[in-house]
């Protein structure tokens, strides 16, 4: 089964006022995730917490400008 795994959080751009370009960005996740089927429909709880326990650790990196 496909899902998607949404984690809501912030993004922060660090910014040099000299030159207004952005120099580099982080994802500050808040603690809130939510797990959709493939036609975008909620997960039930119980079935989260069984896909959650299969899950395998990922990244929030993000692409440095």
Known sequence: MMYMKLTYGYVVQ???SETGDCV???FVP???IE???ESA???SPEDAVELEN???ETS????QP
């Open 35 to 37: 797990r959709q089927d």
């Open 41 to 43: 429909e909620p997960i």
């Open 30 to 32: 808040d603690g809130r």
């Open 24 to 26: 580099s960005l982080e």
């Open 54 to 56: 299969t899950e395998k």
């Open 14 to 16: 660090n910014i040099d």
């Open 60 to 63: 929030l990196d993000m692409v």
